[in-house]
């Protein structure tokens, strides 16, 4: 049983038990459901509080038992609530830190509420692509008012009590309690003081829910939400399902609800973004590391190398609050590292994203040094030098040298192999991969790159510290690209095959900004510069002569097309401005050389231009799996939505994937198979997808 049962005198205390933070899944509302039967029974107890053990009141219906019979099992949440409601002693909400979704629905079902300051109340439903549906659309309105309530649905934030409490006339807190500490003996005696009052209980359900200009305002509110939301179904029917409360009877308004509810659970986008729910927690939990595991303390953070990536790096750990020494060869280029940090700083205070003090305070932890041993007290040290081995080879021996035992040495490096890097000292234990993403100060992604010797604890202490400097870090193991890149190759290589072909980079960028990318390959290329993937493909050419490319990408580079910042790549670019004019140039050049290849052109559809590129993800994915560099698909799926631009409501990559059923994925792969192009082997599906295909399963 998942929630306890304690009597108080004449007051009986059910107590939500189900850690981390008291989802109502099937044993806790049985719980709550026969605290509630043995309070009826029981004559000496005179009224009921429900409250929360541990750090929350609740986080709401338990996702995880989403989409398993558990959720549907009796007594759901709407019946429990129902029986609260009902009780004929007066039920007290105890409510503190955290108060969310079903928990908030269920709150509202209780005849009266007591919170302690500083609880964060949310319907947060909307962020899992759904809408309350334990009746939160209909009793919140009634205790907030319509405009405050509909806010809260839509935008699913969190606001702490005290500021809903101090809203005029509202009628979601009945007390509020003068402390945290405080809460248990008020809501008690505060339980005691209604009990045994004759009155009818009051009930959410039977207060009035009007807007005085209905429908102009849900008019408006409805355009609004839409315009924000396009590809997300569930805002717009937060708006109707509000709507309903405010122009049918309780129970026919519940109803409403209750439809809009499962229709939202069917979505994909809902799907995709529960999904992305649990994929973001899992990402930090690696399948050997326990999580109990000591981590080392990280109170200094050296940095080496005051570049793109060096600066931004070091703002993530300025802007946490910990001190940062960046090393550099000449003091030329430490100035210039810092003068862009505090010129990064600077725009922010004045766009008003940062006030003057904090910017200070970020300042004053920043100090630079072009000599070794000023690095010896770092916990952690970051190199972000050039992208050559023996550049890295270098700065290792030295870290090796003057690093405190026990220091974590970590590379940026975004091709290198990590185990060679870790074997140019004599503590690979200690070496491990941050490949963090430019710009690195904003984008979340964090690849954690775990070397064949890198230690536990160095993982450990690694993952934690992401959180801290708000990156979403997802376990690597060692080749060439990582999961990231290694993916995007494949990616690139099928969107050059697509050019030969006959499409265009308009058309192909067109066909996946539609799909959701944020940008699509020609551009993205353009703007990480097309030199890069040229370099690869040079290096390829000796490594693996067997990959066939398109020529289109090299000789577009032979041009000293390289993108943006020559501007000009697959688009032309007028200077200082990043729109992408498609290029005559570019026409000419892939048109000559099809002639040269003898290709005939063909008009090639969107379906078939997203899917290929698309499915060159997903197989290089299920290659990734399969090799043990990623443990699990969603963290496949993590990289993909943090640091490529994948449509958050598709789910990432291998989420959409088994959206689409594997089979029918494979089935495409097998059509495209016969495209002349590639080296015969592109489109062989991965032997997992084969597997799971047999076995009727998804990547999830
Ligand atoms: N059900 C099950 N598990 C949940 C949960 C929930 N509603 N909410 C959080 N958890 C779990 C997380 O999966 C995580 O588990 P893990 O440690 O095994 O990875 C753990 O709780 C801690 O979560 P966080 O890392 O997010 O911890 P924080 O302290 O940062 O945040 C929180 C706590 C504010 C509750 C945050 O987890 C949150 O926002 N949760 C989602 C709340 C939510 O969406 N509720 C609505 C559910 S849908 C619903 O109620 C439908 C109803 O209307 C019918
Ligand atoms: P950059 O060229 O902008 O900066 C490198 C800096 O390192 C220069 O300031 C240089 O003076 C300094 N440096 C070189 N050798 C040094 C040495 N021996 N000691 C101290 N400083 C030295 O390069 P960038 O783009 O910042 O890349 C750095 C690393 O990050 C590379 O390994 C790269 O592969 C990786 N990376 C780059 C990304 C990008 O988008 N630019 C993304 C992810 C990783």
């Known amino acids: 049983m998942t929630a306890e049962y304690k009597v108080n005198g004449d007051v009986a205390v059910i107590t939500l038990a189900n850690p981390p933070v008291n989802g109502l899944g099937l044993a806790t509302r049985q719980g709550i459901t026969e605290g509630l039967a043995k309070a009826q029974a029981d004559d000496s107890v ?29 007594p759901n949440l709407l019946s429990v609530i129902a029986a609260v409601e009902n009780s004929a002693k007066p039920v007290v909400a105890a409510i503190h830190s955290v108060c969310m979704g079903g928990g908030l629905e269920l709150a509202l079902g209780c005849h009266y509420r007591v919170v302690a300051p500083g609880t964060s109340i949310a319907l947060p439903e909307v962020k899992l692509g759904l809408l309350p549906g334990a009746g939160g659309t209909q009793r919140l309105p009634r205790v907030l008012g319509v405009e405050t309530a509909l806010n809260m ?15 005029p006339g509202q009628k979601l807190f009945d007390k509020v309690a003068a402390s945290p500490g405080s809460l248990m003996d008020e809501a008690i005696s505060f339980a005691r003081s209604v009990a045994g009052q004759g009155a009818a209980l009051p009930r959410v359900r039977d207060l009035p829910c009007k807007h005085p200009q209905g ?62 729910f649990m994929a973001e927690r899992a990402a930090s939990r690696i ?73 200070d305070e970020r300042m004053a932890l920043l100090s630079t040094t072009l000599n070794y041993d000023d690095l010896r007290d770092c916990d952690l040290v970051i190199e972000a030098v050039f992208e050559e081995l023996g550049v890295k080879e270098a700065v290792f021996k030295e870290l090796d040298r003057v690093a405190k035992p026990g220091a974590i040495l970590a590379s940026n490096t975004s091709t290198l192999d990590v185990d060679k890097i870790a074997a140019f000292t004599q503590r690979p ?66 969107a050059g095959f697509l050019l030969d072909e006959g499409a265009t980079p308009e058309q192909v960028d067109k066909a996946m900004e539609k799909f959701g990318m944020a940008m699509g390959p020609f551009r993205m290329g353009d703007l990480a510069g097309n030199d890069i993937g040229w370099a690869i493909r040079k290096r390829r050419a000796t490594e693996r002569a067997d990959m066939k490319y398109s020529r289109t990408a090299d000789k577009l580079c032979e041009l000293g097309r390289f993108g943006q910042k020559t501007g000009a790549g697959w688009y032309d670019y007028q200077a200082g401005k990043r729109d992408a004019i498609p290029s005559p140039v570019v026409v000419e050049l892939i048109e000559k050389h099809r002639k040269d290849e003898g290709i005939t052109p063909r008009q090639i559809a969107d379906e078939e231009l997203e899917q290929r590129l698309v499915y060159a993800l997903v197989n290089e994915g299920a290659h990734i799996l399969e090799d043990g560099i990623a443990t699990k698909s969603g963290d496949i799926d993590m990289v993909y939505l943090t640091g490529y631009g994948f449509p958050i409501w598709r789910g990432g990559p ?29 489109w062989e599906p991965a032997p997992l997808i084969q597997k799971l295909v047999a076995e009727g399963k998804s990547f999830d």
């Open 287 to 359: 399948p050997d590391v326990a999580e109990d595991t000591p981590k080392r303390e990280i109170r200094s953070v050296g940095v080496i190398g005051a570049g793109t990536m060096g600066g931004g790096i070091s703002m993530n750990f300025l802007n946490a609050g910990i001190p940062v020494r960046i090393l550099e060869m000449k003091q030329e280029a430490l100035d210039r590292g810092v003068a862009t940090i505090r010129k990064n700083y600077e725009s922010q205070v004045k766009r008003g994203k940062l006030k003057q003090d904090k910017y």
């Open 46 to 74: 005179k009224a009921i509080v429900i409250t929360g053990a541990g750090k929350a009141f609740s986080g709401g219906a338990d996702i995880k038992e989403f989409g398993t019979p558990k959720a549907l099992q009796e």
């Open 429 to 494: 234990q200690d070496v491990v991969g941050m490949h963090f993403f430019s710009p690195a100060n904003v984008m979340k992604l964090l690849e954690v790159v775990r070397g064949k010797e890198t230690a536990k604890d160095v993982l450990a202490t690694v993952m934690a510290l992401a959180k801290k400097i708000k990156k979403t870090a997802v376990v690597s193991g060692v080749c060439d690209g990582f999961i990231g890149n290694r993916m995007i190759e494949q990616y690139s290589r099928q």
């Open 153 to 167: 649905i839509v935008s699913g934030e969190a606001v702490k009590s005290e500021l809903l409490a101090a809203a």
């Open 215 to 276: 429908d102009a305002y849900f008019g408006f509110a409805r355009n609004m939400v839409k315009g924000m939301a396009k590809n997300y179904p569930a805002p717009v029917k937060c708006v109707d399902a509000v709507e309903a409360a405010t122009k049918l009877k309780f129970d026919a308004g519940m109803a409403e609800e209750r439809r809009l509810f499962i229709e939202l659970m069917m979505t994909p986008e809902s799907s995709a973004l529960r999904h992305l």
């Open 654 to 682: 291998m989420h959409y994937a088994g959206q689409v059923g594997l089979y029918n994925v494979a089935e495409s792969m097998r059509r495209f198979a016969r495209n002349p192009r590639d080296d015969g082997k592109f």
